[in-house]
């Protein structure tokens, strides 16, 4: 028998983002600290934002989310109150954690909204949340994360039918066109101690299979470190031109797996930057959509809730890699960053 209180609560833990101008620099100073990125990079993103006058729609797709996934509670029986806290914009984690104290949570099961695992995504939240409970002090609630969703059957099904989606807005069918899956690119030193790519790659797999899909490739898309530093490869730009250059690609769908709603990163890189490659190429492109709140997202959700409150004996997963963890091992989701190489001659020899 545990001592633990039971789970009276549900956390949507994410990433948050700027609702105006003003938010925007204070937003990328909290998103880049600690993190080696060269000033002129947050600059150009500053930039991305200002398009859409600093208004990121990463948070009203979270408020959209969190009331599809109570009514889905609803729905289903599960008696949960649920909340919203992010990393970077308000509701901070802190301030979440000290309302849902004075509301009287123990314990709470929390969804990241990051399907694939890599510090940022994982590690990263968990030290936070650790540091979040620290500052509202004693009585905090714990909080424990449900598993990884990337070969969850719903997934793979919101995923596939955002293809099919796409695929009929350009008259092909997933299986006569070419298919990019996209995430967010990560320097090696975090890709190094994480199964993010493997993750990518069977999701990717999966869904395509899912929709009949038979030209695909993983690529990546919002590389942010310094020229020196190895990122994850290939970029999406670099790739659809050198498809284009190879193969003479006349449609494509992008579809953003990495991400779970059509943000910032979604519209700037995606939807301005790649679309505009592809007209000027005369590539017949269409983006299919992220997982938002469809309902085969927002069950899934409520899937992994109902394993963890014991309301199932079954933890459905496809394909090769089986359902992950629930409880990260200690060294997991680690990020050492690797060193640029230094220049010849500086410094003192290794003895
Ligand atoms: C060292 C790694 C990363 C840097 C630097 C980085 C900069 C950066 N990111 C955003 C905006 C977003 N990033 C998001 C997700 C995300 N970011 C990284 C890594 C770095 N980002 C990863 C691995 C991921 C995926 C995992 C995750 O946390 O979701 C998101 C989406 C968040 C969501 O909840 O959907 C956004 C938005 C900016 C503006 C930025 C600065 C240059
Ligand atoms: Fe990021
Ligand atoms: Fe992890």
Redesign the pocket.
């Given at each position: 028998m545990s001592d633990l209180p039971p789970y009276d609560s549900f956390l949507l833990v994410?990433?948050g983002?700027p609702e105006g101008q003003d938010d925007v620099m204070p937003?990328?100073e909290n998103?880049?600290r600690g993190?080696n990125?060269p000033r002129e990079?947050?600059l150009e993103?500053a930039e991305h934002?200002a398009h859409f006058d600093g208004i990121?729609p990463?948070n009203q797709h979270n408020r959209e989310l969190l009331a599809a996934i109570k009514s889905e509670f609803e729905a289903n029986g599960i008696d949960l109150p649920v909340y919203w806290g992010n990393r970077n914009w308000t509701p901070y984690f802190s301030e979440t954690l000290r309302q849902m104290k004075a509301d009287g949570c123990k314990r709470t099961l929390a969804f990241?909204?990051?399907m694939?695992s890599?510090?940022?995504?994982c590690r990263?939240?968990r030290e936070d949340i650790i540091a979040a409970r620290e500052e509202v002090g004693d009585g905090a609630p714990i909080v424990e994360k449900v598993r990884m969703g990337f070969n969850h059957p719903g997934f793979v099904a919101a995923m596939a039918d955002n293809i099919q989606t796409a695929a009929k807005s350009i008259d092909v069918s997933p299986g006569e066109t070419k298919v990019l899956f996209t995430?967010?690119s990560?320097?090696m030193g975090?890709a190094d101690n994480c199964d993010?790519e493997k993750q990518l790659r069977e999701s990717s797999r999966l869904v395509a299979e899912a929709c009949g899909a038979t030209d695909w490739d993983l690529v990546y898309q919002?590389r942010?470190?310094p020229p020196s530093q190895p990122w994850l490869e290939p970029d999406v730009l670099d790739a659809i031109a050198r498809l284009d250059d190879e193969q003479k690609l006349s449609s494509l769908i992008v579809l953003p797996i990495?991400?779970?709603?059509d943000?910032?990163?979604v519209l700037f890189d995606l939807d301005e930057e790649a679309a505009a490659l592809c007209q000027e190429r005369n590539i017949k492109m269409a983006r299919a959509a992220s997982a938002g709140t469809h309902p085969e997202f927002v069950s899934m959700i409520r899937g992994l809730v109902s394993e963890r409150l014991g309301l199932t004996d079954e933890k459905p997963a496809i394909g090769d890699l089986g359902p992950w963890h629930d409880v990260c091992p200690q060294d997991c989701c680690t990020y050492t960053p690797r060193r640029p190489p230094s220049p010849v001659g500086a410094g003192r020899p290794n003895r």
């Open positions: 994410s990433f983002g937003f990328l998103v880049l993190k990125v990079r947050m993103v934002y990121s990463i990241f909204t990051s694939f890599c510090y940022s995504g990263q939240y995430a967010h990560i320097p975090m993010y919002s942010s470190g990495g991400f779970v709603s943000h910032m990163e």
